[in-house]
């Protein structure tokens, strides 16, 4: 998860829901849950983008923060390869075929 989209889910669980869901929020990361992903300097220029291209729609820095880090294909596949490795020997398997997520 973008880390932009972490205060605006807290917020808005906070508001809508109650502390408690905030703090079931907080405790779901790490482990097998949520990871925090954090946004690179390259993102920056990506997430301004759509931004500037839907300006008369609400689109704002939340929503870039998650677009924009997929515009980065390569590094996008780099993390599926490693996640896939990752679940693979836990499952005890050599590999884990993630050709159908990394097409494209």
């Given at each position: 998860?973008?880390?932009?989209?972490?205060?605006?889910?807290?917020?808005?669980?906070?508001?809508?829901?109650?502390?408690?869901?905030?703090?079931?929020?907080?405790?779901?990361?790490?482990?097998?849950?949520?990871?925090?992903?954090?946004?690179?300097?390259?993102?920056?220029?990506?997430?301004?983008?759509?931004?500037?291209?839907?300006?008369?729609?609400?689109?704002?820095?939340?929503?870039?923060a998650v677009i924009a880090?997929?515009?980065?294909?390569?590094?996008?596949?780099?993390?599926?390869?490693?996640?896939?490795?990752?679940?693979?020997?836990?499952r005890g398997q050599d590999?884990?075929?993630?050709?159908?997520?990394?097409?494209?």
């Amino acid at each position: 998860m973008p880390s932009p989209v972490m205060g605006e889910a807290g917020c808005l669980l906070e508001s809508r829901v109650g502390p408690q869901a905030e703090v079931t929020f907080l405790k779901s990361f790490g482990g097998s849950g949520f990871h925090v992903a954090e946004l690179e300097d390259g993102d920056l220029p990506r997430m301004a983008e759509p931004v500037e291209r839907y300006v008369d729609l609400p689109l704002g820095l939340v929503d870039a923060a998650v677009i924009a880090p997929l515009s980065g294909a390569d590094r996008l596949r780099r993390h599926h390869s490693a996640a896939a490795a990752d679940v693979a020997g836990r499952r005890g398997q050599d590999r884990l075929d993630v050709r159908g997520y990394l097409a494209g």
